[in-house]
Each structure stands twice: as C-alpha cells, then as structure tokens.
C-alpha cells in the first residue's frame, strides 16, 4: 500500500471552505449534514451515498434520523484526511445536490410540493 498524504487541520478547513463550503471538519472527520424531507429522502439520500461510496472503493460513515443524513468521511488506513476524502465528498455532493430545475435543460426536477419533495437543497 502507497503512503497518502494526510492534511493537517488548517490545510482541512481552507480545503473544505474552498471547494466544499458545507462540509465541516470535527473530531478528525470531514462532515455533511443533508436535510431531508422525511424518512423516503432520508433512505435515498443513504443508498446515493451508499452506491457512490461502494464505486468509489471508500466508505464513509452514515448517520440518520428522520428528517437528515449526517456522512462522515476519514481514510481509517491513514488515520487522517486524505485526497480520498476530498474526493468522495465533493462528488457526494454533487450528486445529492444536484437540482435539475436550476439548469437550463427540459429535466423539469421535483415539483415545489410538499407531497413530492425528498431532499432540502441548500
């Protein structure tokens, strides 16, 4: 196995303010909190990652409630934050946060209803 480069805290958070301003990094994890509108968004906001994680060959850890999935990212094999963690989180959230209706397409999005709303886009 290749040494990766692990970041130091200063190098984290200038990383995270940068390129993914709503993740956070705490007790040695880069961390999103991803609302939801209820439990069915909250199960596919965890199978997105989920797949995405197990494509990636790097698995975060997941917590979840009701209304929100928190995704913790930390490379355990070089107990630190890696290039692996960057990764895999800025393209966690690319694809939860992507919202066809703020794209110029004919992908319409989900409706503005409360009946069919999953995630709250921030």
Known sequence: MVDEKTYSENEINDYLKKHLSNWYFENGWIRRKYKTSGWKGTLMVISTVGHLAEAAWH???????????????QNHAAKGITDKDFLLAKKIEEVIQWNPSNEDNTLEGTPDDPRFKYIKYD
């Open 59 to 73: 698995h975060p850890d997941i917590s979840a409630s009701y209304a929100f999935v928190i995704v913790k990212l």
